[in-house]
């Protein structure tokens, strides 16, 4: 168990909450090995059983399985996300007229082909003033125009200052897409991530967007079914209908779809803000002290924004032990909007000087991925792999907001001490990193692996020795130089103020003992 304090100061002892696999018969989750890093109660909030497990890298073949399956539908569809454009095309490579292949038409199309199905759209309420900003009516305006069976609305219930950034979908609950892509503009792209690329362009505009990296996961099963309950519990809270669980509906799992692992465990983080008389959920922090508290050799990191003191003060004082892990993080050189500059950007220059400063191993590297062209691609993925035991795909950032102010929802899978499949998921988690760095060094990741393995598992020397100094790369990232203005809002952080309990020392102190004992 791991203490918490409350905001006067008083320490609680939070137990582990025994939570059942679902309605599958595979009885309660079983009791976590002594190293686990997902706990149900601390860590996330329900670990269940995927019977499959997908991941999408940059949105292209995303999308288009998404309107593969919104049309196979055959109950319900719950979109819940920050942002949210039915102009959009799914799948623009595919041959066909634009029309039909735009995303509120393919609703449409999917409500009108099966008389029993039902489609829920629940966007942020300040996500309109986005869509207004693309030209775009709200969807308060647009529910009216949508056919029966067909809802779009907004949710404001959330705290002032914050927003609901969780980005899912769950069909029938049998099959859940939950991660870092949102269902909009600017998000298309492919793993190429061409300076120019013909399709990557707004609804009815012709001018070309920049290239953009995200992930996003898929499961079926029980986990999908917890990320259901998730999406109904946001739903009602949103628009204040009740919605019961879809429980007619078989395996839907999409054909053409390659699973990157089956019948593993799934674990759902929260963050969850106090407000209307709801408590804090800081699961997903919780969950990133953990992972820099249990890190052995190498914890990489996807990230839009670096913006957590608190989780660059823990790295920092990792980066000081002497046998201490490596951290490589992976940005945008710049935040895209701004405000979001002003915010995040001052502050990751102020984080990135004190990491650095303590990083006398030199084990610690913040760089950005560019094109063929050294044009930078823009990483809004949310993704960390802790060695070879966990990966976590999500849609929480590393800022103060994504901890406690904003609703999140990240999801993870373990390699667990002991289970019989600990060496499959291992392979899977070395896998999936090689995979992302290798689409952005431009090589395999047959040569990412063999470069770790050359510098004897060294990841910061394997990518050192794989950058170049032309075409598509990683470069490391300089921080400008902040004028007094941006230096003010990086000390006092009044655009990202923290929300949460301080607990770092607490995990640390839980994990060292872990990590001498398996030493020893």
């Known amino acids: 168990m791991i203490e918490s304090a409350d905001a006067a100061g008083t320490t609680a002892r939070v137990p582990p909450v025994p939570v059942p696999h679902g309605s599958d018969g595979r009885g309660p989750v079983p009791a976590p090995s002594d190293d686990a890093l997902l706990v149900p109660g601390e860590t996330c909030w329900r670990i269940e059983r995927a019977d499959r497990h997908a991941v999408f890298v940059d949105a292209a073949d995303y999308f288009a399985t998404l309107k593969r399956a919104v049309l196979r539908a055959e109950r319900r569809v719950l979109f819940i996300g920050w942002d949210f454009d039915p102009r959009i095309r799914l799948d623009p490579r595919a041959p066909g007229p634009a029309r039909e292949d735009r995303l509120g038409r ?22 309109m003033v986005v869509a207004l900003t693309r030209r775009m009516a709200p969807l308060v305006l647009l529910d009216r125009r949508t056919p029966d069976r067909l809802r779009l609305t907004v949710d404001t219930h959330h705290p002032i200052g914050g927003a609901h950034h969780q980005k899912i979908v769950v069909i ?3 099959l859940a897409f939950a991660g870092g892509i949102d269902v909009t503009a600017d998000r298309w792209d492919t793993p190429e991530h061409r300076t120019r690329h013909p399709l990557r362009h707004r609804p009815h505009s012709t001018r070309l967007r920049g290239p953009w990296h995200d992930v996003t996961s898929l499961v079926s099963g029980p986990a999908a079914r917890a990320i259901g309950d998730l999406a109904r519990e946001r ?7 009740h919605l019961e669980p879809v429980t007619d509906v078989e395996a839907c799992w999409p054909d053409d779809v390659e699973p990157f692992l089956t019948d593993v465990d799934v674990a759902v983080s929260r963050t969850r803000p106090e407000h209307g ?7 997903i922090e919780l969950l990133w002290l953990a992972v820099i508290a249990a890190a052995r050799r190498t914890v990489y990191i996807e990230t839009q924004y670096f913006a957590n003191r608190r989780i660059a003060e823990a790295i920092a004082e990792r980066l000081q032990e ?58 809004h993925a949310k993704v960390t792999c802790l060695d070879d035991r966990l990966l976590r795909i999500g849609s929480s950032n590393l800022n103060n907001r994504s901890m406690g102010l904003d609703t999140e929802c990240d999801v993870s899978i373990e390699a667990r001490t002991g289970d019989p499949r600990e060496h499959e998921v291992r392979a899977a988690v070395l896998a999936l990193r090689h995979r992302l760095l290798g689409e952005h060094l431009g090589v395999d990741a047959d040569e990412v692996a063999a470069a770790v393995e050359r510098c004897d598992g060294s990841l910061v020397r394997a990518i050192d020795s794989l950058v170049r ?22 000390e006092t952080e009044l655009l990202d103020a923290e929300h949460t309990p301080d607990r770092w020392r607490r995990v640390k102190q839980a994990f060292a003992g872990r990590r001498r004992r398996q030493r020893g």
């Open 469 to 490: 100094p032309v075409g598509r790369s990683l470069v490391p990232f300089e921080p400008p130089e902040l004028d007094p203005v941006e230096r003010l809002l990086a």
């Open 235 to 241: 739903w009602e809270s949103g628009t204040g209908d």
């Open 172 to 174: 029938d609950d049998c």
């Open 322 to 379: 002497e046998d201490g892990p490596e951290f490589v993080v992976l940005n945008p050189r710049t935040a895209a909007a701004w405000l979001e500059v002003k915010a995040m950007d001052t502050a990751r220059a102020k984080l990135l000087d004190l990491v650095r400063r303590a990083d006398r191993y030199d084990r610690f590297r913040l760089m950005v991925p560019v094109t063929e062209e050294r044009r930078p691609v823009y990483v």
């Open 277 to 283: 008389g709801t408590e804090l959920v800081h699961e």
């Open 106 to 127: 393919v609703l449409e199309r999917a409500v009108a082909a099966n008389p029993r199905l039902e489609i829920g759209v629940l966007q942020w309420d300040l996500g």
